[in-house]
């Protein structure tokens, strides 16, 4: 392997900067890297070459006329298969989306070529974006770059593993209820969700349209404040982007965290853990003690409530959110149907694979009228009691922490046939999308097989960059992010 693709974006950007490699070149090697990785690890469902060295063509033309880079310029990355870009195929992993190809550019996939960041291809995901393993790709499984026998998390898990692996410095993922955080987890890198409104969601495949939020992947905490920034902004094309100034998050990296307030959240310090997530969990706790840091134990006392008040709102968002595909307007579509009905039950039954359906048949039942005040309507009053509870939190502590995931990645199949033990995985992450705050999951140690262990920070709405000066003290305080997986 190219060892430059073992750097991180900060430090391939000074290469470049300093003319020690040109941005064709290190777009070429991420190619070779794919090339000889993908068959075995399942990341991409396709590779965007041509618009990639283009990008990569003018990033040099700039630097051999000594011009100013724009942020991240030059450094390859990948993009989850349910945002668009042009001319590229989006699948959203699903066999109803096969071949749409993109008509117009999500409003990131915009930002990025306009800052001439090299998009190598289109990651694998579990279809729709609904899992928790990567497992429920209608084209094939993505497997973790640790351990190939083992799951790289999902939904985003192709896009984790593209750069854990080193195929990608960087990559986007979408996260409803984890699917960046635990990737990252699973992966041994840092994923972030950012507060919802933040990013513009104009361009992404929707899932759950209240709770989506596209955020960063990078082997580093400054990578992922600056790929944030370049994302991030009002657009007046998605109508939940909040308009707010873009901050420059890797300016406050370094501030002085001394007498900072570090919430434990009490109902996940101990339902489920194994034993070495717990002790990782211990070791962060006293990583933030020796940084000056008061750690205080919260109570989120409806947090348990989390999972369920997800999976009602969630489906039943899906089920609105994937109507559309009907075999009518793109996309799959049934051959020979005798009539309209028969089209559009063919279709959908055909296209879309037993995940997506079991969601689109939850939430259309608790949308339905006899039930849409028994479920879906007391999901929402919950949602607020949820919310209420990170409010009041954040009224006695500057962060809160607590695992990523209850485990470390499982294997392959061990969990396809019990959709609730699946769902379970997600209960350390869901609830902050409920409430619509930002975290991140930052590398905290190794299990005894060596697979990673994500700790999980979060911060009040709005404050992404105390979470990333919290984060990057603590990835600082140890080597963990520097470690990566010998594939």
């Known amino acids: 392997m190219n060892e430059l693709l073992k750097k991180t974006a900060a430090e391939q950007s000074k290469a470049l900067k300093n003319k020690e490699i040109s941005a064709v070149e290190l777009t070429q090697a991420a190619f070779e890297r794919i090339d000889e990785l993908d068959e075995k690890l399942g990341t991409f469902n396709s590779l965007t070459k041509e618009t990639a060295l283009d990008t990569a063509k003018k990033v040099d033309e700039k630097i051999a006329k000594g011009e100013e880079l724009p942020l991240l310029a030059g450094i390859p990355l990948a993009l989850k298969d349910n945002m668009n870009l042009i001319g590229s195929k989006t699948t959203a992993s699903s066999k109803i989306l096969e071949n749409f190809v993109s008509p117009f550019n999500a409003t990131i996939t915009q930002k990025l070529l306009d800052n001439l960041v090299p998009i190598v291809g289109k990651a694998n995901l579990d279809e729709f974006a609904m899992g928790s393993s990567n497992e429920n790709s209608a084209f094939r499984n993505v497997k973790n770059p640790w351990n190939l026998n083992k799951v790289p998390g999902g939904s985003s898990g192709g896009s984790a593993a593209s750069v854990a692996a080193c195929e990608a410095t960087l990559a986007l993922g979408s996260d409803t209820g984890g699917s960046i955080r635990l990737p990252a987890s699973f992966c041994g890198i840092v994923g972030m969700k950012p507060t919802y409104g933040r990013v513009s969601r104009y361009g992404l495949i929707a899932f759950a349209s ?5 955020g960063p992947f990078a082997r580093s905490v400054e990578d992922a404040a600056n790929l944030l920034e370049v994302i991030s902004g009002h657009d007046p094309k998605d109508s939940t982007s909040l308009n707010l100034p873009v901050e420059h998050y890797a300016s406050s990296l370094n501030n002085d965290i001394k007498g900072k307030k570090v919430g434990v959240i009490k109902e996940l310090m101990s339902e489920g853990l194994t034993e070495d997530v717990s002790k990782a969990l211990q070791n962060a706790i006293e990583t933030y003690k020796n940084l000056g840091c008061e750690i205080v134990e919260i109570s989120l006392p409806r947090l348990k409530y989390s999972i369920g008040i997800y999976y009602i709102l969630a489906t039943a968002e899906c089920s609105s959110n994937l109507a559309r595909f009907d075999g009518v307007r793109y996309g799959y579509r049934t051959p020979d149907a005798k009539n309209l009905m028969e089209l559009y039950t063919r279709t959908r039954a055909e296209g879309f694979g037993p995940e997506v359906k079991r969601r689109i048949m939850l939430g259309t039942y608790a949308l339905s009228s006899g039930y849409y005040d028994a479920y879906y309507k007391k999901a929402q009053q919950m949602r607020a009691l949820v919310t209420e509870d990170f409010k009041k939190a954040f009224e006695q502590v500057d962060i809160l922490i607590s695992p990523t995931c209850p485990n470390t990645a499982f294997d392959l199949g061990s969990k396809a ?61 140890h080597e963990y992010y520097k470690q990566l997986a010998k594939i």
Request: without cysteine.
């Open 210 to 214: 209240s709770l989506d939020q596209i």
């Open 417 to 477: 046939s019990d959709p609730l033990a699946m769902y379970l995985t997600d209960i350390a992450t869901i609830s902050a999308n409920l409430a619509g705050i930002p975290g991140i999951s930052v590398p905290a140690g190794f299990d005894k097989d060596g697979m990673p262990i994500g700790l999980q920070i979060l911060a009040p709405q709005l404050q992404e960059s105390r979470l990333f000066n919290m984060a990057h003290r603590f990835e600082q305080a």
